[in-house]
């Protein structure tokens, strides 16, 4: 079995790598990754000599090199998480969200469609589903739930999961589809709330909190998320969306006083900064079809998986500091500059 995981140097293709890599040591993992800022080799470090392994630098909307490279490897099966994954930076630039997210989606089906696979898997996000509001926590994410975006990064990936059930649909690829809800874990770049907040408590900086911080968002450790995909792979229907969530649901405000409280950090480092435009207000995920029709539990709640998480980000200095002494710091000033 060959397959080829698509932006495994980024968070979640990354965890999904090393998990891929250690369970099943007679597959073969090919990780496509372009490197953007997002992409980091030193995530790889753990797996890179694997003889299961390989990684190869190139675009998934890159149609030659795709073309190419399906033509030479001959893959069993695509699981594609490559994406421009941050919501603020699709509000500042949203054309290469369509690019990434949309066409490299597009040029993925067509070389499946072209060379043959016995599964294409799209990586796919609960914010396709757009937003729930706070008075109604009787109110959650199905996979009937009708796809209603606000940002142009969900708007991008909700795209994307249309073609992905078209490509079923008039072609007959076999597909499946994942939707989870926000992750957490080793590995996350800082640009996202937890990371963010840990990484910036350690420094003592201020923590910027958008908005009032009521917003909530359903935090699931992406080991979790990582043991839905393979059992997706292994056990789906073809053309089908699962939902992946744990039912842990907390404010901002929350996540951020447990981490300071973690840190033994003052609140004081709460600063309020101006909204996110069209600050999506709750996301929630109903999990009971992967959970009855595939038989998938997470391990990790979020009162255990945040310990984990600070624990690593503790231990692992060198991973997320590397990426802060970078182009980072520009990022930060361009983003928060008017903000903080
Ligand atoms: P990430 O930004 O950490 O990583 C994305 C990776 O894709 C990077 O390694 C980057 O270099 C690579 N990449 C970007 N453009 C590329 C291109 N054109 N060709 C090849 N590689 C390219 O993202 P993440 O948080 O790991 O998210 C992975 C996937 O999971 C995304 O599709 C995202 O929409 C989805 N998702 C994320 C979350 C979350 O909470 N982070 C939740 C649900 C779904
Ligand atoms: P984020 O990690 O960007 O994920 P998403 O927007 O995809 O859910 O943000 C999670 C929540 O945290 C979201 O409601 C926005 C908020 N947030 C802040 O309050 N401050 C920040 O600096 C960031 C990055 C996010």
Redesign the pocket.
């Known amino acids: 079995m060959k397959i080829l995981v698509t932006g495994g140097a980024g968070f979640i293709g990354g965890n999904f790598v090393h998990h891929m890599v250690n369970k099943h040591s007679d597959y073969e993992i090919v990780n496509l990754d372009l490197l953007t800022y997002a992409g980091n080799l030193e995530t790889l470090k753990p797996v890179e000599d694997k003889p299961n392994y390989k990684f190869v630098k190139g675009d998934i909307a890159d149609e030659t090199f795709i073309m190419k490279l399906f033509a030479d490897e001959k893959f069993d099966m695509v699981v594609n998480f490559a994406a421009e994954s941050?919501?603020?930076r699709s509000i500042s630039d949203p054309g290469i969200f369509v690019q990434t997210n949309v066409l490299g989606t597009v040029t993925l089906l067509n070389a499946c469609r072209k060379y043959g696979i016995t599964r294409y898997h799209q990586v796919s996000t609960d914010?396709v589903y757009g937003d729930l509001p706070l008075d109604r926590p009787d109110l959650f994410f199905t996979e009937e739930t009708p796809l209603h975006t606000s940002s142009p990064y969900s708007s991008s990936k909700a795209s994307a999961d249309l073609f992905v059930m078209s490509y079923f649909r008039t072609f007959g690829l076999p597909v499946t589809i994942s939707r989870c809800s926000?992750n957490y874990g080793p590995y996350h770049f800082p640009?996202?709330?937890?990371p963010?907040m840990i990484s910036r408590a350690l420094g003592d900086e201020e923590l910027?909190?958008?908005g009032n911080?009521e917003?909530v968002?359903d935090w699931l450790h992406v080991y979790d998320h990582c043991t839905a995909i393979d059992l997706i792979l292994h056990k789906g229907k073809v053309g089908e969306v699962y939902n992946v969530g744990g039912h842990n649901e907390r404010t901002?405000l929350e996540v951020v006083k447990t981490i300071l409280q973690a840190l033994n950090k003052p609140e004081s480092l709460i600063r309020y900064v101006t909204d996110?435009p069209g600050?999506?207000m709750r996301?929630a995920i109903d999990p009971t079809k992967l959970e009855t029709e595939l038989g998938w539990k997470p391990k990790y709640t979020f009162d255990t998986g945040i310990p984990q998480t600070i624990e690593w980000y503790l231990e692992n200095r060198d991973w997320w500091e590397n990426i802060l002494n970078g182009s980072y710091q520009e990022y930060f000033d361009t983003m928060y500059g008017t903000r903080l």
């Open positions: 941050h919501v603020d914010e926000n640009e996202k709330l937890i963010l910027p909190v958008y911080g917003n968002r901002n996110r600050h999506d996301y």
